[in-house]
């Protein structure tokens, strides 16, 4: 026992010397070149490789790798889907991610809560709003998350819309941004201030806007943070009511106000518009809606990009010809080269977004899912990374937390939908053993009339295996399933999961009624070959040909 031990330890050290060896050779390559290689590497991959040793942990989690790192980032799609009720039915928060090839994910977001909504999206982290008292800031990628408390306790018509999430580029500083309602009467849903967090300090920071802007605006078009500066649409009271984007500056906390690009888009009553971000520029979508659905698209989609802020300088970057009763998913719907939008039938659609003079036809339509039983004006998009970004140097004036459980469960808050996950899990287990079940009766009946064939000639026995191989055909192969992984899949994954278990339901009554024909087939053979035998036994002839005839 002593010797084995000996052997195992020596075996292990070998392991490590060899492994220590290779370190070192990859560490004495030049600093700029193992960065420019840890650069290119996912993050996924990253967190893998702090394990590695120290050195590369040190490098990895050092914060201006960090940044470089984020620099190359691609750009991911992030659908978010609010915690919901449907006929009865509740449903949890949830979240499916594109990919730069627009590969849809298949889990669920372990940092996203069963009743968190986001906020905003900014260099791999998501800002949540939750039910507690607190505002959640979430890595993406790593886990980690960090608590803050909201400006107010219990605030009476708070709503998630109302906040904003963004980075100062400059100022190397991410912000919260709350748009605080007027409770004054005759208000008419307004706010005089911006409450801002700056993560890292130490309480909120009140500010007073110039005028009375619309807080409708705010939850109806949302709000876009570029480089600092924060853009959303208000009400132009100069301009018979038409709209107008307002400008706010997180370092500076200065505003202005920026006049639309054309006359024809400041009417009619049932033209709507939306702001977004398109290649780092402040974007606006506007198009005509019907009446009774407002966020229904009645005509052309326009999409403008502010080319110089000081002139107020606005170029139509491309259009959308009467898209048919489609909605857009706000903030981010632009994406990279396309523009999404869904239809009132729970699916998603992808336009590409310019074309032949700045006109972009039906032609070029993709379906990018169903994201039933979601309902189709609550879903929002936003533009993600991972990144390393870490949360623990604001620990000192928030509550960090360690990164979820790989599988996405969260306490006592997942365990109905845990349930839920494990019967289906309950179901495919119980699918897999009636398939094998019912397969497996005419394979043992084919070997208790292999053994009866020991009895007979070499000649009966070809014939009669022949037989049994032609039966036994037709009974489809049922091999043992593996336990499934437990994972918490998101909505539109585990609705797949489900259609699959209910086609290898269904598809379970043509395997047991290929096995009834197989058994009865091999309970005729049976009974021919047990004749067979006594007449051998009792030696009598012409058993051969009788076998042979059945």
């Known amino acids: 026992m002593a010797s084995k031990t000996l ?15 290779v370190e070192c050779i990859i560490n004495r390559l030049p600093g700029d070149l193992i960065e420019q290689i840890f650069c290119r590497l996912p993050v996924s991959t990253l967190l893998r490789c702090i394990s590695v040793c120290k050195q590369w942990y040190n490098f990895i989690r050092d914060p201006h790798f960090a940044a470089a790192h984020l620099q190359q980032a691609s750009s991911c799609t992030l659908l978010f889907f609010p915690q919901e009720s449907d006929q009865g039915d ?25 009743d968190d909504f986001l906020c905003g999206s900014c260099n791999g982290l998501l800002c949540l709003y939750t039910k507690t008292s607190t505002i959640k800031i979430a890595n993406l990628a790593t886990g980690e998350c960090l608590h803050l408390n909201k400006p107010a306790k219990n605030l009476r018509g708070d709503h998630f819309s109302f906040y904003s999430f963004g980075f100062h580029p400059v100022l190397k500083q991410y912000m919260v941004a709350h748009f605080l309602a007027d409770r004054r009467k005759h208000s008419r849903g307004t706010f005089n201030v911006i409450q801002v967090y700056t993560l890292g300090s130490e309480n909120w920071k009140g500010v007073r806007t110039p005028e009375s802007l619309s807080l409708s605006c705010i939850k109806d078009s949302g709000v876009v943070n570029i480089d600092g500066v924060m853009y959303w649409l208000t009400e132009d009271t100069e301009a018979n009511w038409n709209h107008a984007v307002i400008s706010f500056d997180l370092s500076a906390e200065t505003f202005a106000k920026i006049k639309l690009p054309a006359a024809e888009l400041r009417s009619p009553d049932n033209r709507r518009f939306w702001v977004t971000e398109l290649y780092g520029k402040v974007c606006i979508a506007t198009a005509e809606v019907y009446l009774h659905i407002p966020g229904m698209l009645s005509g052309d989609l326009q999409i403008w990009t502010l080319d110089n802020k000081e002139e107020q300088r606005w170029t139509q970057r491309g259009s959308i010809q009467h898209p048919p009763s489609l909605y857009i998913p706000g903030p981010h719907f632009v994406q990279r080269d396309k523009i999404m939008m869904r239809g009132p039938d729970c699916n998603l659609y992808s336009y590409e977004l310019f074309g032949k003079n700045c006109k972009t036809g039906l032609s070029n339509m993709v379906h990018l899912l169903d994201f039933g039983p979601h309902k189709p004006e609550n879903m929002q998009s936003f533009l993600c990374v991972k990144s390393l970004v870490r949360l623990d140097a604001y620990k000192n004036v928030s509550v960090v937390r360690g990164p979820k459980r790989c599988e996405g469960w969260d306490s006592k808050r997942w365990e109905v939908w845990e349930q839920t996950i494990r019967r289906v899990e309950d179901q495919w287990s119980t699918i897999y053993q009636q398939e094998r079940d019912a397969a497996a009766i005419p394979y043992t009946l084919a070997a208790t009339a292999q053994e009866l064939l020991q009895h007979l000639s070499q000649v009966i026995r070809q014939n009669i295996t022949m037989q049994i191989d032609q039966i036994l055909q037709h009974v489809p192969y049922c091999p043992v399933q593996h336990p499934r992984f437990l994972r918490r899949p998101n909505c539109v994954e585990l609705k797949r999961d489900v259609l699959k278990l209910k086609a290898r339901a269904d598809g379970l009554a043509d395997i047991i009624k290929a096995s009834h024909q197989a058994v009865e087939g091999m309970s005729r053979l049976m009974g021919s070959l047990r004749t067979a ?16 005839a059945e």
């Open 7 to 21: 052997s195992t330890m020596l075996s292990d050290k070998s392991k490590s010397k060899t492994q220590w060896e």
């Open 533 to 548: 035998i006594l007449d051998i036994g009792q030696g009598t002839s012409g058993s051969a040909a009788d076998i042979h």
């Open 90 to 114: 509740l449903y949890p928060s949830d979240a499916i991610i594109f990919d730069e090839a627009w590969s849809q994910s298949k889990w669920a977001v372990p940092v996203i809560g069963p």
